[in-house]
């Protein structure tokens, strides 16, 4: 595994994806450095990174997660979901988000 880095978020921060050897995605989340180093060494021993990982993993079923799962999620994918909406409103644009951004 090798991590590449594909630009910087909204903050201006560098974001960086994580390749397999055959050149395919890891994953498509985008990760901070440290998370990104962390899946290429192995070293998943930090809990945010755990979570972070654990979340996109369960992403698929966005209708178990509440609020602030969601927000953790999408916040991973540089989007800011407003959590004065409704549940139904922020998983129509969670599941908008996703049906846009396939590859």
Excluded: C, W
Excluded at 36 to 45: F, N, R
Excluded at 81 to 94: F, G, H, P
Aim: aromatic share 6%.
């Amino acid at each position: 595994m090798k991590m590449v880095e594909i630009g910087t978020n909204m903050a201006g921060d560098p974001v960086y994806n994580v390749m397999n050897e055959d050149g395919t995605l890891y994953k498509t989340t985008i990760y901070t450095k440290t998370e990104a180093d962390a899946i290429v060494i192995g070293d998943t021993s930090d809990p945010d990174i755990i979570e972070a990982i654990i979340v996109d993993e369960d992403a698929s079923d966005y209708s178990s997660m509440s609020k602030i799962e969601l927000e953790k999620l999408m916040r991973m994918h540089d989007v800011e979901l407003d959590r004065r909406k409704t549940k139904e409103q922020l998983l129509e644009e969670v599941t908008t988000f996703f049906e846009e951004n396939k590859e």
